[in-house]
T-cell receptor, first 115, second 118 residues
C-alpha cells in the first residue's frame, strides 16, 4: 500500500545536539512534501514544504529538509536543537489524485529535548 | 485571529448520540479538508470540499458521517449514532491556489475538536 513512513517514533536529544528525522514515501509520480510540527497544546503548523526546484529546503526555526527523489526520502534536519523544539513532527505527502492534494501523513515522531 | 477555527474544542458524548462540529476556514481559501487523528497516528483524510462541492470522501467516512459546506464558507461534520471507535481528534484544514500554479498551497490547520465517546 502507498504510505508515508517515519523511522523514529520517539527521539530524545540533549540541547545543542543535531537532529535528523527520517521520512520515506512510496508514492510514484510528482509529489509535494511537507513537514508539520505540533507543539504541546497547539495545532499543526507548517515547518517547511517542497514543491519543485532546489531539493534542499529551508524552513522556519532553523529546520531544513532534503528531497532525494531516488530514495523517495524527505529527511528533516536541524544542526542544533533547543528545548523549545520539543514537539511532535509529522511528514506528509500530497499529490494530484482523487483526494485533491489531501495530505497523507506519517505516524509522527515525538521529539523530547532535554536541557 | 484570521486562522482556521473549530468549534467546539472538546466534546464528550454518550454512545449513540449525534454530534456536530463546525469549521471556519481562512476566508479566501476555497478548499476545505477534514481529517481524523487518533492517538499515536498521523491525521487521516476524511473528505474535502472545493467551494461548496464535496469532491471526495474517504472509505473511513462511514454512512454515519456527513459533511456539508453549504455556502462555500464554513463546514460542518456530523456523526450520527456515535460509537466508541469514533473517539478521536477531528481536524479541519483549508488551502487555496494562487496565480497559475498547478498546485494548491500548503494546508492551514485548525486546533481540532477532540471527541470522546463514552
Amino acid at each position: 500500500a502507498q504510505s508515508v513512513s517515519q523511522h523514529n517514533h520517539h527521539v530524545i536529544l540533549s540541547e545543542a545536539a543535531s537532529l535528523e528525522l527520517g521520512c520515506n514515501y512510496s508514492y510514484g509520480g510528482t509529489v509535494n512534501l511537507f513537514w508539520y510540527v505540533q507543539y504541546p497544546g497547539q495545532h499543526l503548523q507548517l515547518l517547511l514544504k517542497y514543491f519543485s526546484g532546489d531539493p534542499l529546503v529551508k524552513g522556519i526555526k532553523g529546520f531544513e529538509a532534503e528531497f532525494i527523489k531516488s530514495k523517495f526520502s524527505f529527511n528533516l534536519r536541524k544542526p542544533s536543537v533547543q528545548w523549545s523544539d520539543t514537539a511532535e513532527y509529522f511528514c506528509a505527502v500530497s499529490r494530484l489524485s482523487n483526494s485533491g492534494y489531501a495530505l497523507n501523513f506519517g505516524k509522527g515522531t515525538s521529539l523530547l529535548v532535554t536541557p | 485571529d484570521t486562522g482556521v477555527s473549530q468549534d467546539p474544542r472538546h466534546k464528550i458524548t454518550k454512545r449513540g448520540q449525534n454530534v456536530t462540529f463546525r469549521c471556519d476556514p481562512i476566508s479566501e481559501h476555497n478548499r476545505l479538508y477534514w481529517y481524523r487523528q487518533t492517538l499515536g497516528q498521523g491525521p487521516e483524510f476524511l473528505t474535502y470540499f472545493q467551494n461548496e462541492a464535496q469532491l471526495e470522501k474517504s472509505r473511513l467516512l462511514s454512512d454515519r458521517f456527513s459533511a456539508e459546506r453549504p455556502k462555500g464558507s464554513f463546514s460542518t461534520l456530523e456523526i450520527q449514532r456515535t460509537e466508541q471507535g469514533d473517539s478521536a481528534m477531528y481536524l479541519c484544514a483549508s488551502s487555496f491556489r494562487t496565480g497559475n500554479t498547478l498546485y494548491y498551497n500548503e494546508q492551514f490547520f485548525g486546533p481540532g475538536t477532540r471527541l470522546t465517546v463514552l
